[in-house]
């Protein structure tokens, strides 16, 4: 099984609707990420989490709002979508109790697309 | 500001040729430098990880990469391509202390041909 999963993989919505992306991971990992990928700009960090109680905006939050409901558990929403939203948007995670180099581990992504 | 450049947004190679994927930073510090790789549907995987040391690294799938603090580089190569290399990939820095935020560059798509 994946280490780091996110559901849905597609969705397709409407401008004004809201909509969340789920993240679980089973690596025990303390600290995760949003990111959303646009072509031609690589990744750009959304939100990150160092734990449960500790939330952090990243270059990018304006239109996102996150919740980190357990140490696995990480979603990000978008409380009413508009069409440059339209990206593919992938959680990570990693752990620099094991590892100084914090490198990350990511889900498969989650293509969304907002008409 | 830091930041990362891929100047070659895709390469094709032929199979069994090298590979030279360039990647330029921006950082003051010493820097935390990282290659992934995104195959077609795929998340990101880490291909090999610098932070100190011998500036010639290995990684995974027969990669390697060379940091050149004078010039600001981290290229990526590979001796022999082949045609499941075929992806993308992504440089980055890892900032802050234990690098706890990581930046990317806007990756480098690359075709492997018969």
């Known amino acids: 099984d994946a280490d780091v999963t996110q559901t849905p993989r597609n969705r397709i919505t409407k401008t004004g609707k809201r909509i969340m992306l789920e993240c679980s991971q089973t690596?025990?990992?303390?600290?995760m990420y949003w990111y959303r990928q646009d072509p031609g700009l690589g990744l750009r960090l959304i939100y990150y989490?160092?734990?449960?109680?500790?939330?952090n905006k990243g270059e990018i939050s304006d239109g996102y709002s996150v919740s980190r409901q357990a140490q696995a558990k990480f979603s990000l929403s978008l409380e009413s979508a508009i069409p440059n939203q339209t990206a593919l948007y992938f959680c990570?995670?990693?752990?620099?109790?094991?590892?100084?180099?914090?490198?990350?581990?990511f889900g498969p992504g989650t293509r969304l697309t907002v008409l | 500001a830091q930041s990362v450049t891929q100047p070659d947004i895709h390469i094709t190679v032929s199979e069994g040729a090298s590979l030279e994927l360039r990647c330029n930073y921006s950082y003051g510090a010493t820097p935390y430098l990282f290659w992934y790789v995104q195959s077609p549907g795929q998340g990101l995987q880490l291909l090999l990880k610098y932070f100190s040391g011998d500036t010639l690294v290995q990684g995974i799938k027969g990669f390697e990469a060379e940091f050149k603090r004078s010039q600001s580089s981290f290229n990526l190569r590979k001796p022999s391509v082949h045609w499941s290399d075929a992806a993308e990939y992504f440089c980055?820095?890892?900032?802050?202390?234990?690098?706890?935020?990581?930046?990317f560059g806007a990756g480098t798509r690359l075709f492997v041909k018969a």
């Open positions: 690596k025990g990992h303390d600290r």
């Open positions: 990570a995670t990693s752990d620099p109790g094991t590892s100084v180099y914090n490198e990350q581990f």
């Open positions: 989490s160092f734990d449960v109680k500790d939330i």
């Open positions: 980055a820095v890892g900032e802050g202390t234990g690098g706890f935020k990581t930046i």
